[in-house]
């Protein structure tokens, strides 16, 4: 692999060095980081050297007592239990903007299928994944690594496999065979998980369960399957550079290797201990724009580790950017004299076309929507 030699100059500084080159170089391999690691890489390419300012191990993580809050989702339909939980997630999210749900319907099983899929996946033949190697942003199925790669300043050590599950599925086929059943299976799940979230978010804001779920805010969903090859270098690169989550609302599976971690009070980096059977719950941008601030979508990032590979898969819900001329804000059932709107009215194609811009580890993508 014609990458694996630049490899070898690490991060050395060099006059002639040719990053667009090299970034050209390795996308055009189509086999991603693990193509990397299969080449025997002892060294990483410099397009993955963070800078100074931005190294992983500029913070130890903090070993905040209680740590990510868990919620238990047990009886969430008898009306007394669910009143606890929407009192219970209500004071979480004055301080954290993640927190993990246990007893969320989703069996075992499954959970663990789909992780056993997406290595699967990602493991398969070089002639398998360069089928799906793509960058257009219609194609429903499709494997890349790092979808800001020609913007970014470092590149993430992660490679993906991008799923629009929902709407208007209409072709199994379009999925890779190594992982197609159990994404379908997956996905129903991840809908099902997700409306009890959303209404449980709509009665912490104090309005009618569906009233997020009728704006719209997971009418689309799309699986991000996440794979990070064990790293020779994990001390100058990272997994997923900071950022905050585009779309409403992210809930996350992750394995056992751990590296995910939370900006706490944009103060301290908290590790984000895998819990079995949990999922992670992840308050994303725009549920941030429309809920006015009450609910904060929190910086985070993903280490790279020697321990590897790390699987994880995102559920983004959203609303399709079509039709474009839909309109979202904070919530005017939220705003007062003393809650004046914080932010201005923007299209969800407006926004991601603006976060896309901007990439990964950069400036946050709202800061440009405030009022």
């Known amino acids: 692999m014609a990458l694996a030699g630049a490899a070898a100059m690490g991060a050395e500084t060099s006059p002639s060095y040719d990053r667009l080159g090299e970034i050209k170089a390795f996308d055009e391999t189509k086999l991603g980081v693990k193509g990397l690691v299969d080449a025997g890489v002892t060294k990483i390419p ?15 993580p903090s070993r905040v007592q209680e740590g990510i809050p868990i919620v238990d989702l047990s009886g969430v339909e008898v009306e007394d239990r669910r009143k606890e939980i929407v009192k219970e997630i209500g004071e979480i999210l004055e301080t954290w903007g993640f927190f993990q749900v246990i007893n969320h319907g989703v069996p075992q099983r499954v959970l663990d299928q789909m992780l056993q899929g997406v290595r699967r996946f990602h493991e398969e033949s070089e002639e398998v994944k360069k089928a799906f190697y ?9 494997f890349v690594s790092n979808f800001d790669l020609y913007q970014s300043k470092a ?11 929902t709407p208007d599925f209409e072709d199994p086929e379009e999925l890779p065979k190594a992982c197609r059943d159990i994404l379908m299976v997956y996905s129903k799940h991840m809908k099902e998980v997700g409306e009890t979230i959303f209404a ?11 009233h997020l779920k009728e704006m719209g805010c997971m009418d689309q969903h799309v699986l991000r399957c996440h794979y990070y090859p064990a790293c020779p270098e994990p001390e100058i690169t990272i997994g997923s550079s900071k950022h905050t989550d585009s779309g409403f609302l992210t809930l996350l599976l992750q394995d056992d290797i751990g590296g995910l971690q939370v900006l706490h009070k944009d103060l301290k ?3 984000v201990p895998s819990v079995r059977a949990a999922l992670v ?12 601030d009450k609910f ?3 910086v985070h990032r993903v280490k790279a580790q020697k321990l590897g590979p790390r699987i994880s898969v995102a559920c983004f819900f959203n609303t399709p950017m079509y039709p474009p001329t839909k309109l979202y804000g904070p919530i005017k059932e939220l705003l007062s004299e003393e809650n004046p709107p914080k932010y201005r009215q923007l299209t969800v194609k407006e926004y991601f076309m603006h ?9 946050p993508p709202l800061n440009y929507f405030r009022t």
Do not use: H, Y
């Open 269 to 271: 980096w908290v590790d």
């Open 134 to 142: 793509s960058r257009d942003p219609e194609k429903r199925a499709k």
């Open 296 to 298: 904060k979508s929190v």
């Open 355 to 363: 976060a896309f811009a901007l990439g990964l580890g950069g400036e």
């Open 200 to 210: 449980l978010l709509s009665e912490v804001l104090g309005l009618r369960p569906n």
């Open 155 to 165: 590149a993430n050590w992660r490679d993906t496999l991008t799923c629009r599950m």
């Open 46 to 60: 410099r397009i993955f050297s963070l800078p100074d300012e931005d190294l992983v191990n500029d913070q130890a």
């Open 281 to 292: 719950v992840n308050i994303a941008d725009l549920l941030q724009v429309v809920s006015n």
